[in-house]
């Protein structure tokens, strides 16, 4: 496992359960300077979007979530990721072609009071090196006018691993989510509070959410 999260390790065994191996190591985190450039121009179209401050800073994604074998990485995307920064990426023309796009949209859209109640105070809210990309924050909680840099720069890095998994051959996304449903159990009651879930369904919506063919 990539991550040591109590919510990923639970979501990792119970894709173990379904059928999916983990893989010893994951593949490398993306990085701009190895994208294609159309893929870095767009990227970079993002940065300037969401505020980030000229030049470009050093853009570093953390490890994927979680690995499995022949490729598969699975991104568990908690309460922190839903917000209005993250629907502009998902606004991106090229970010349709996500199996995910149209049920993150709605979240994002749904669920950023949840988000707010998360993630407002803290390194969560902002940090230095966010500040570094995105200028200083606003007050804790205001997401008009400055808003948060930390969202600024998780959303952005989401945007960096959705457009590497559409360029890529040997990398396959999927994305789940703590609001996605598998029947009628929410997958963050599942993994946080024990929530019976169907082991082999939700294999069958991480099948349905891993991202297709590279981008042409």
Not at 107 to 135: H, I, N, Y
Request: proline share 6%.
């Amino acid at each position: 496992m990539v991550r040591t999260g109590a919510r990923a390790a639970a979501l990792q065994k119970l894709l173990n359960r379904a059928g999916l191996q983990s893989a010893a190591s994951g593949p490398p985190a993306p990085r701009l300077d190895v994208l294609p450039g159309n893929a870095r121009a767009e990227l970079i179209d993002l940065y300037q979007v969401l505020g980030g401050k000229e030049p470009v800073r050093a853009l570093r994604p953390g490890a994927w979530d979680l690995a499995f074998v022949d490729g598969l990485v699975v991104e568990l995307d908690e309460e922190l990721h839903f917000n209005r920064y993250r629907l502009r990426t998902l606004q991106a023309p090229w970010s349709a072609r996500l199996p995910w796009h149209d049920a993150y949209f709605d979240f994002c859209v749904r669920q950023e009071q949840a988000c707010l109640d998360a993630g407002k105070w803290g390194k969560r809210w902002t940090s230095p090196s966010c500040e570094s990309m995105f200028g200083p924050p606003g007050e804790a909680g205001a997401l008009e006018g400055a808003g948060a840099p930390r969202w600024k720069q998780r959303a952005l890095y989401d945007a960096i691993k959705d457009l590497a998994a559409l360029t890529s051959n040997a990398l396959h996304l999927a994305r789940v989510s703590v609001w996605d449903t598998v029947g009628d159990v929410r997958i963050g009651d599942a993994l946080s509070g024990g929530a019976p879930i169907d082991a082999g369904r939700l294999r069958e919506l991480v099948d349905q959410r891993t991202a297709a063919a590279p981008l042409a």
